[in-house]
């Protein structure tokens, strides 16, 4: 018990950071390592000033007390934990920011630019270039976790659990920062939707991308709905179809692989061809799920609305994360809990929205 009170104790006693007493109650002797979780020999896990470590407390080097902003290695494994856990910012562009908003460069040649090369006439109009910006502006967000002591000190891992848990909850962060990138309505009753104005909301209504007339009556999204959506962009980047990418939620994915696999002429003309289509040929297996239609990919995306497909380039989309990640980590004796709160500023945008089809109809049944 009185280990116990030690580390309640000003900062000139061991532990005064807050972190799990490594002697325990009952007096077990200390292993000898400094850090929460450290082990003996080459394995890092649980060491949390590691290569893979995302968790401030005791860093040393500088020391930051418990709390304070990731180290840029830390960051950026952070940051790879974040990316990893998301399906459509693995197939996006991603930007590391240095403050809160950034300007990025584009240049766009829409116009013919060949002319008639008559002999001996000297006149000629140069052919123009527009050049823009695309303002990426970040929204700060917030997680906030707790662990007991007792879950530390009577589970399996030990004081590497404590490490554990920020990766577990790094994955959840990304899972709700892709939902939210999709999703977000920007206002609203939804205070989580309401953060900011996600890729769908701002494809429907902000008028710059081309919707595509599908049938309405049918729910099934056939070849021919597709062939619309392709027909919806303008001529430029139809010209440019090998980069392009359908994108649908896991209900409107599964039928489209249904229709696109028994239209007779899409796949071959034999019966044994459709079978081995919609038994898995031509289809990606394991992780995000991707088959053709039409010769172009489609890409399924989980958090994606159920009755919409939009089709555009990858690189179109742009996700912005500043670089400085702030994890806070307190203890709170009257609990006897580890609190985390973890600040991410986090950002997207279309670099271009013309360059973007999309259609809905109701939801197959």
């Keep these: 018990m009185s280990e116990e009170i030690i580390k309640n104790l000003p900062g000139s006693y061991p532990n005064s950071d807050g972190s799990a007493f490594s002697g325990g109650i009952g007096g077990v002797a200390d292993p000898g390592f400094p850090y929460l979780g450290e082990t003996a020999g080459d394995a890092n896990l649980g060491d949390l000033t590691g290569p893979n470590a995302v968790n401030p407390s005791n860093t040393a080097n500088p020391l930051y007390e418990g709390a304070g902003i990731l180290r840029p290695d ?85 004081g590497a659990l404590e490490d554990h848990l920020v990766r577990l909850m790094t994955t959840a962060f990304g899972n709700d920062i892709e939902d939210l990138a999709i999703n977000g309505t920007g206002a609203g009753a939804d205070p989580f939707l309401a953060i900011m104005d996600g890729f769908v909301n701002r494809t429907q209504n902000d008028g710059f991308a081309h919707e595509a007339l599908v049938d309405q009556v049918d729910a099934n999204w056939t070849v021919g709905d597709m062939q619309k959506l392709v027909l ?76 919409y497909v939009d089709l555009t380039f990858p690189q179109n989309r742009i996700w912005g994360f500043q670089r400085d990640i702030t994890v806070n980590r307190f203890y709170v004796p009257k609990k006897d809990t580890i609190e985390y709160t973890v600040f991410v500023r986090f950002g997207i945008n279309w670099e271009e929205q013309d360059a973007i089809a999309f259609a809905t109809k109701p939801t197959a049944s």
Excluded: H
């Design 232 to 307: 919806a962009l303008p001529r430029r980047y139809r010209a440019l179809q090998t980069g392009l990418k359908f994108y649908a939620g896991t209900d409107t994915f599964a039928n489209i692989v249904k229709n696109n696999g028994t239209v007779f002429d899409s796949i071959g003309s034999t019966e044994a061809a459709r079978g081995s289509y919609l038994g898995g040929v031509e289809q990606t297996i394991g992780g995000a799920r991707q088959t053709r239609v039409l010769g172009i990919p489609v890409l399924e995306v989980p958090y994606y609305p159920a009755d």
């Design 74 to 158: 830390q960051a950026r494994r952070f940051i790879d934990y974040v990316w990893d856990a998301t399906t459509l910012a693995n197939d996006g562009r991603r930007v590391t920011m240095r403050a809160n908003t950034m300007e990025l460069e584009k240049v766009n040649v829409g116009e013919r630019v060949v002319r008639a090369a008559n002999q001996g006439d000297a006149s000629f109009t140069n052919a123009g270039a527009t050049f823009s910006k695309v303002e990426l502006t970040t929204k700060k967000l917030r997680l906030d976790w707790e662990v007991s002591s007792e879950a530390l000190e009577d589970n399996i891992e030990g």
